[in-house]
């Protein structure tokens, strides 16, 4: 005789087991942000523009110039674990921002999501779901490229919605992801605007597509985000270690800050905040900063995906190298020499 008390094992339904992964993948307005412009990047976008209302609590839309989705895929795009970037038989050859096909139907299960697509040589159309709940296909009207829409984020989870935060904070964090995200694209043109008025809003951040070199570009864009005076102070940083690629700008000793809001690091593109990566900026300022001061940079480290597992959490700020000493000394050495070239430069003009 089995007890009334006894547990029974159910399996969940599809809706749950999305609004489950949403907590993992989609903590807040920013995060979803995130998701969807990394989406338009890896959609090979040369403009993306993103706009907000409300700290992106009532709208976020980010609209590409990226391939676009053809109409019969557009359900596949919102399933879970269904993705174009891997085939799932090397989970360590990533060159991409997605992989896990879950941020589509995380953020259509806690949100209202449509998206709207156009691929080259097919007609647009648009899919929508709602808490869950997926519309079928029907056409659209749209150029090209493609225009992701949530409203309402956490609608479908009150709990999550009760712990956003202001929407001067969530704006603020939205402002940091998507620069952050411009920092690693030079070549990509950006426009974020708050539209939470309505209308046409206000754009408070815009960075066209820089041109020249791969290091122009970046000197250009790191100028537009974080202020002429770092791109004047800036070393050029461009080193190679054991299949380890360092590239990027480190500022002057006298351009510190006061703590580290201007330590931007990048493994393969992504932007990361990693203890390692971190500690070894510290260790190669160690002889030119007071302990109380912060240096400023901007750093780009490639390797072979096979070199750093990216893999570790949804997230995905943390990173894991295979061969963690490498990094650091790669990191340490090629900063203290360019600082102490630098250093030496000076100390030869003024003595000059
Ligand atoms: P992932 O990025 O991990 O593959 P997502 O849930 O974010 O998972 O997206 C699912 C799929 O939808 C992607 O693999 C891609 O094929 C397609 N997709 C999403 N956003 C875009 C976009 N802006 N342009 C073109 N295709 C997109
Ligand atoms: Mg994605």
Do not use: W
Not at 303 to 327: Q, T
């Amino acid at each position: 005789n089995m007890s009334e008390n006894q547990p029974v094992i159910r399996q969940l339904d599809d809706a749950a087991i999305n609004r489950i992964a949403a907590g993992e993948v989609v903590e807040r307005p920013a995060s979803a942000v995130k998701e969807l412009v990394e989406n338009a990047i890896d959609a090979g976008a040369r403009r993306i523009e993103i706009a907000i209302a409300d700290g992106g609590k009532t709208l976020i839309r980010v609209t590409d110039d990226g391939c676009g989705i053809t109409p019969d895929q557009l359900p596949l795009a919102l399933s879970r674990h269904a993705t174009s970037k891997i085939d799932g038989t090397d989970l360590l050859d990533i060159h991409s921002f997605g992989f896990r096909g879950e941020a589509l139907p995380s953020l259509g299960a806690v949100g209202r999501l449509t998206i709207t697509s156009r691929a080259e040589g097919h007609e647009a159309a648009q899919i929508a779901v709602s808490g869950g709940v997926m519309d079928p296909v029907k056409p659209a009207a749209l150029n090209g490229g493609t225009i992701v829409e949530l409203r309402d984020l956490f609608f479908a989870t009150p709990a999550r919605l009760k712990f956003m935060r202001t929407d001067r904070a969530e704006t603020q964090a939205i402002n940091d992801v998507v620069k952050r995200l411009a920092m690693a694209e030079p070549f990509i043109g950006f426009t974020l605007r708050d539209v939470s008025g309505g209308g046409d809003g206000r754009v408070t951040f815009r960075a066209d597509p820089e041109t020249g070199d791969l290091f122009d570009a970046l000197h250009g864009r790191l100028g537009r985000i974080l202020g002429n005076e770092f791109a004047e102070n800036a070393l050029k940083i461009d080193a190679e270690r054991e299949g380890f690629l360092l590239t990027g700008y480190a500022a002057l000793p006298t351009y510190s800050r006061g703590s580290a809001v201007a330590q931007f690091l990048f493994v393969n593109g992504r932007p990361v905040r990693d203890k390692l990566l971190v500690g070894a900026l510290r260790g190669a300022y160690f002889d030119f900063l007071s302990r109380d001061r912060h240096p400023a940079a901007a750093l780009f480290i490639e390797c072979d995906p096979h070199l750093v597992d990216v893999n570790v959490h949804p997230a995905k700020s943390e990173v894991r190298f295979r061969d963690p000493g490498i990094v650091r000394g790669l990191i340490v050495s090629s900063l203290r020499h360019a600082l102490a070239e630098a250093g030496h430069r000076a100390s030869t003009t003024v003595a000059g």
